[in-house]
């Protein structure tokens, strides 16, 4: 269960939540905490107190009204689609800003009515039928008022399992490489690779700088609710939006500004003083990667590991996430013999209850300092990196 899932969970009960510096503070109507609750509150208690401090600390950006602005100027970018657009003049090599996303389809498969309700997402969402531009030396972005795009069907019918799988894999990789100019829409593209009447996979490829990991979820589920809802000649089940992306755009601007933005460049400035990001691994036990193609390593965790980890964390107060990092941070202290270390690790971003389930790129990535002394002792090390993790996510 991710911490949307479970805030909704919460606020079903009647529970409402809120930070006192590093306690969480809960109020619940009689006999709403359950056993089950508690559980769900203890397990996820540091990430709840970091998103409710994050809030506490935007108090001014809920003075600021996130609401829908007339279309009648042109949109600015949010300070995320800036960066992005930014980097990717950089970069030679812009796959890896793609998202890609491949989702199993089991039961009938009627074309029209798939395109008809992906024709309606991408009427939905404004950031969608986004591109970019140049106006009087100011980057903004350009809505299309209508989009229809096409979802591309290829049949590969009487394949073995196998085969099917090489398929995937192949037409994966072939779409997400592709190239998209932000100039010119749509910046999203998708493929139904159809095995049989009943079975097929829907690949679905976006700009990273129209969404994010969270937003492509939310498309995925909505299509597949509107779907649902259309095959059985019922009417969409989703709710009018209050809010576009290009509103989210116009009030971050609003928002950081004057003091807000100074105090939040005051501490990234003092957090990032002084730093030297070269760690000196062996080059034997790690690939290092020329360019800004980063190199992946991707492994498994055992099942048996992750009742362990939950047990340690129930034990010290802390997440398991916090358990991670502070493992990540020991591996790297070994490795180079630098006790001075930066981890990067993505965040929502998304600041206001109102961007909870909202379409767009609003990811953020937020850097962990962390100056671990090979004396402390494993519980000083988890309260360490708790409160690296704690103070950073309220400074987002």
Known sequence: MNLTQVLSEISSKGIKLSAEGDELKIRAPKGALTPEIRDLLSK???????????????????SVPLEAVPRDKDLPVSYQQERLWTVEQLMSDRVSLNLCQALRITGLIDIE???????????????????FAFI???????????????????????????????VIQEIFEEESAQSFDLSQGPLFSTKLL??????GVLVSVFHHIISDGLSVNFLVHEHILLYDSYINNKQSPLKELDIQYGDYAVWQREWLKGDVLEKGLDYWKKQLTDVSTLY????????????????KKNFVIPDNI??????VSNQYNV??????????????????????IIVGLPVSGRVHHKLESAIGFFTETILLRGKIDDNLTFKELLNKVKEITVEAYANV
Request: aromatic share 8%.
């Open 306 to 311: 992750l009742p362990t980890v939950q047990k």
């Open 319 to 340: 997440t398991p996430v916090v358990i991670f990092l502070s493992v990540f941070y020991v591996l790297i202290l070994q490795y180079s013999l630098k006790d001075d």
């Open 194 to 199: 159809r095995f049989s009447e009943q079975e």
């Open 136 to 166: 009087e030396g100011s980057l903004v972005q350009v809505v299309a008022p209508s989009l229809t795009a096409k979802i591309s069907v290829l049949d590969y019918l009487d394949l073995s399992k196998t085969e099917q799988e090489r």
């Open 44 to 62: 996820n208690k540091l990430e709840l107190l970091q998103l409710l401090q994050q809030k506490n600390n935007s108090v001014s950006a809920t």
């Open 280 to 295: 000196p691994v062996p080059p034997d036990t790690f690939q290092v990667s020329s360019g800004f193609e980063g190199i």
């Open 113 to 131: 009515i798939l395109q008809k309700s992906w024709n309606e997402i991408i009427s939905r969402y404004e950031v969608l039928r986004t591109n």
